[in-house]
């Protein structure tokens, strides 16, 4: 499975991104789909996660800002980001895995940069 994450860029504070995951691969073997993100000197942080069922969880420091929505051939991830704040910036980046394989994949990030 391959990972490529899109959409990120400069935003000033109290905007809006829209950051894309598009997987290629076997697809098909794909069940948990998330977004971390890590800032520099930093862990790497759980931001959003949907399960094979469907179920979306979110960080509480993102909660009420960002929607997290999946495609429905489990080909695409979706992080709608709103009302962004200079502490969001990091770079995102798209996780998946599969329960059957034990295996995780990552994508290469997408820097997101807001300002204040």
């Known amino acids: 499975v391959q990972l490529v994450e899109s959409g990120g860029g400069l935003v000033q504070a109290g905007g809006s991104l829209r950051l894309s995951c598009t997987a290629s691969?076997?697809?098909?073997?794909?069940?948990?789909m998330r977004w971390y993100r890590q800032a520099p000197g930093k862990q790497r942080d759980l931001v959003a996660g949907i399960t094979s069922g469907g179920t979306i969880n979110y960080a509480d420091f993102v909660k009420g800002r960002f929607t997290l929505s999946r495609g429905n051939a489990k080909n695409a991830l979706y992080l709608q980001m709103n009302s962004l704040k200079p502490e969001d910036t990091a770079v995102y980046y798209c996780n998946a895995d599969s329960t059957n394989r034990g295996t995780s994949y990552w994508g290469q990030g997408t820097q997101v940069t807001v300002s204040s």
């Open positions: 691969g076997s697809i098909f073997s794909i069940d948990n």
